[in-house]
C-alpha cells in the first residue's frame, strides 16, 4: 500500500529559528496536504497542494508540491512558541468512493523560547 | 464554519465491553470516514462510507467493527468487543465531494483497561 516517509521525527529549535520538514513517497498522489495536531485534537489543515510543482504560503508557513507527485516539504519562518506541536504531512488519492488520505508518522516540533 | 463533531471526547471501557463512537459530519458532505490514532503513532485509516455502504476498509477494521450512519445525520463507529489495544484516538472526518479537501472532528480518546 502507499506510504509516506517524514522526515526529521523531532526538532527542538529556538523561537525565532525557520523550521523544514519533508515527506517522501513512491506512490504518486492527487493532492498533497500539511496538517498540525494539537494535544489531544484533531489534525488541522494548515496547507493544500494541488498542482505539481506548486508553492503555496499560508503566513509563516509555505510548502511545495513535487513536480513527480511524490514528495512535498513545508517550512516555517521565524517560530514562534505556539508553533509547537506535530505535523504531519498527508497524500491524497481521489478514489471512484471519495479521497483517501495517507499520513506520514509527523514531525514532532518543540520550541524554546 | 462548519465542523465535524464527535462524542464521547473521552471514554474509559472495561476490556470486552461494546463502546460506540459518535460523529456529526458536516451536513451536506457525502463521503465519511473513521481513522485512528494510537498515542505517540501516526492518524491510521480504518474505513470510508459513502452512500450508505462501506466502501474501503484497512486491516484494522476487522469483524469486530461496525459503522453506520442510522438518521442521516450521525456517523457511528462501534466496537463490539474492545480490547486492550483499541485504545487510542478515534477520529472522524468527511468530505464534500471527491477532490475536496476532508474535515477531522476533534477525536475521541478511548482507553480500554
Known amino acids: 500500500g502507499q506510504q509516506l516517509n517524514q522526515s526529521p521525527q523531532s526538532m527542538f529549535i529556538q523561537e525565532g529559528e525557520d523550521v523544514s520538514m519533508n515527506c517522501t513517497s513512491s506512490?504518486?498522489?492527487?493532492?498533497w496536504l500539511w496538517y498540525k495536531q494539537d494535544p489531544g485534537e484533531g489534525p488541522v489543515l494548515l496547507i493544500a497542494l494541488y498542482k505539481a510543482g506548486e508553492l503555496t504560503s499560508n503566513g509563516r508557513l509555505t510548502a511545495q508540491f513535487g513536480i513527480t507527485r511524490k514528495d512535498s516539504f513545508l517550512n516555517i519562518s521565524a517560530s514562534i512558541p505556539s508553533d509547537v506541536g506535530i505535523y504531519f504531512c498527508a497524500g491524497q488519492l481521489e478514489m471512484e468512493y471519495g479521497n483517501k488520505l495517507v499520513f506520514g508518522a509527523g514531525t514532532i516540533l518543540r520550541v524554546k523560547s | 464554519e462548519p465542523e465535524v463533531t464527535q462524542t464521547p471526547s473521552h471514554q474509559v471501557t472495561q476490556m470486552g465491553q461494546e463502546v460506540i463512537l459518535r460523529c456529526v459530519p458536516i451536513?451536506?458532505?457525502?463521503?465519511f470516514y473513521w481513522y485512528r490514532q494510537i498515542l505517540g503513532q501516526k492518524v491510521e485509516f480504518l474505513v470510508s462510507?459513502?452512500?450508505?455502504?462501506?466502501?474501503?476498509k484497512s486491516e484494522i477494521f476487522d469483524d469486530q467493527f461496525s459503522v453506520e450512519r442510522p438518521d442521516g445525520s450521525n456517523f457511528t463507529l462501534k466496537i463490539r468487543s474492545t480490547k486492550l489495544e483499541d485504545s487510542a484516538m478515534y477520529f472522524c472526518?468527511?468530505?464534500?465531494?471527491?477532490?475536496?479537501?476532508?474535515?477531522f472532528g476533534e477525536g475521541s480518546w478511548l482507553t480500554v483497561v
Open positions: 462510507f459513502y452512500n450508505n455502504e462501506i466502501s474501503e
Open positions: 472526518a468527511s468530505l464534500w465531494m471527491s477532490g475536496n479537501t476532508i474535515y
Open positions: 451536513s451536506n458532505h457525502l463521503y
Open positions: 506512490s504518486i498522489f492527487n493532492t
